[in-house]
């Protein structure tokens, strides 16, 4: 009978550590995780430096994407701030594995070269894309962003990041809060490993 507990307890162990290490993967990372993460599909767009660039699909690096505007007086330089200071603090290998996206909500305004103008104030490495109206429109609604032109013309809209694999699928978003508290410096490395 003695025999029986033992085995019993063991199996118990055995099973309660591999719950253990099944559940640490997921619950290791903040913000929130899209289960399933749909696939996004290469959007067409244009890069700040004039040429043809896509937004989502498949790709060799993992994406931070966050949707802004140059003549955003306060989301978009803070959120850019930030993310340029946890973009610094990567090792070499790591930032070459990663590309940080600003998606122009106000492609009006924000022609390819006031985009490269503006991401240089926080990053060369920085990549910034815009398009007509209906193909940022059309980037908004695949990241479930909201934008709204307010009566004296700035535009209101989230903090939102969106972190896309290396095979275009949107996995995590998070939001400013947890780009201000350390979450998302913390989570990146891992982010990049993982994704």
Known sequence: ??????????????????????????????GTALDPAPKTS?????????QPAMLGGPAG?????????????DVCPLTLGRLSKIY???????????????VSVDPQHDSPDRLR???DNFDKAFRGLTGTAAQAKAAADTFF??????????ILHGDQIAVLDRQ???????????????????DLPKLIKLY
Do not use: H
Not at 1 to 30: C, D, F, N, P, Y
Not at 42 to 50: E, F, H, I, S
């Open 1 to 30: 009978m003695k025999w029986l507990t033992a085995a019993l307890l063991t199996i118990a162990a055995v099973l309660g550590g591999l719950l253990l290490l099944r559940g640490s993967g997921a619950e290791a990372l903040g």
């Open 42 to 50: 290469a959007m067409p767009m244009v890069g700040d430096d004039g």
């Open 88 to 102: 610094q603090q990567l090792s070499v290998p790591q930032q070459q594995q990663l590309q940080v996206q600003l």
């Open 61 to 73: 690096q993992v994406r931070l994407v966050f949707f802004g505007f140059t003549r955003c007086p």
């Open 145 to 154: 962003i909201l934008d709204t032109k307010a009566e004296n013309g700035n």
């Open 168 to 186: 275009g699928r949107f996995r995590r978003v998070y939001d400013g809060s947890a780009l201000g508290d350390g979450q998302l410096g913390a």
């Open 117 to 119: 103008s503006y991401l």
